[in-house]
């Protein structure tokens, strides 16, 4: 069955530390990757999208990403963290050839990340 | 543009009862897809719809049902309450199924708790 493994399930950092938060998902297939947030009290909001092309790609709030297609990967980097990233980081595939007719997201179980001042 | 809405925002059932919950999407938005979200089994695809039509299903019982109208305002309804149906329900939005910038639009989410 397809799944996402999020490595990290409690991440405390920090201000101004680097942050990588690993995402490994399983489907031997063409995929389309996400980084979503859900900051405390607010809705999942999408970081940053991976659909094709450049596999190194830049989402909100100076946060990046890089899809490796051999490891079946999806990590999420900031170089420095700040109090406001506190947050519930969730990683998603949506399986299927390009432009497939679904939308189903599979989600990771999400990392907490706790940025201390 | 108005997001995502969900109404009702809190619900409190009581086991073998029945609920509906409504999610209005971002207008012109036609594919609407729904999820559990707990703390045990974070989120879960439950189905989707576009243009009435359920397009996908996730694994949960039949007792979970939905559906679309015409103006792509979609329902789900729980049937017979159980105690482990008490979870955050996410209603997303985009505007088709297909293409590169299709982008899913969460809303603020039912919570639903089953006594």
């Known amino acids: 069955a397809q799944s996402v493994s999020q490595h990290n399930h409690h991440v405390i950092l920090s201000e101004a530390a680097s942050l990588e938060l690993g995402c490994n998902y399983s489907y031997g297939g063409t995929v389309n990757l996400f980084w979503y947030v859900q900051y405390p009290g607010q809705h999942l909001q999408l970081l940053l999208k991976?659909?094709?092309?450049?596999?190194l790609v830049k989402g909100i709030k100076g946060f990046e990403a890089e899809f490796i297609k051999s490891k079946f990967s999806f990590n999420l980097r900031k170089p420095s963290v700040q109090w406001s990233d506190t947050a519930e980081y969730f990683c998603?595939?949506?399986?299927?050839?390009?432009?497939?007719?679904?939308?189903?997201?599979?989600f990771g179980t999400g990392t907490l990340l706790a940025v201390q001042p | 543009k108005a997001g995502v809405t969900q109404t009702p925002r809190y619900l409190i059932k009581t086991r073998g009862q029945q609920v509906t919950l409504s999610c209005s999407p971002i207008s012109g938005h036609r594919s609407v897809s729904w999820y559990q979200q707990t703390p045990g089994q974070g989120l879960q695809f439950l189905f989707e719809?576009?243009?009435?039509?359920?397009?996908n299903k996730g694994n949960f019982p039949g007792r979970f049902s939905g559906r679309q109208f015409s103006n792509s305002r979609s329902e789900m309804n729980v049937s017979t309450l159980e105690l482990g149906d008490s979870a955050l329900y996410l209603c997303?939005?985009?505007?088709?199924?297909?293409?590169?910038?299709?982008?899913?639009?969460f809303g603020p989410g039912t919570r639903l708790t089953v006594l």
């Open positions: 719809y576009f243009s009435e039509t359920q397009r």
């Open positions: 991976y659909f094709s092309g450049d596999p």
């Open positions: 998603a595939v949506k399986p299927g050839i390009y432009g497939g007719a679904t939308n189903k997201l599979i």
């Open positions: 997303a939005s985009s505007p088709y199924t297909r293409g590169r910038d299709n982008e899913q639009f």
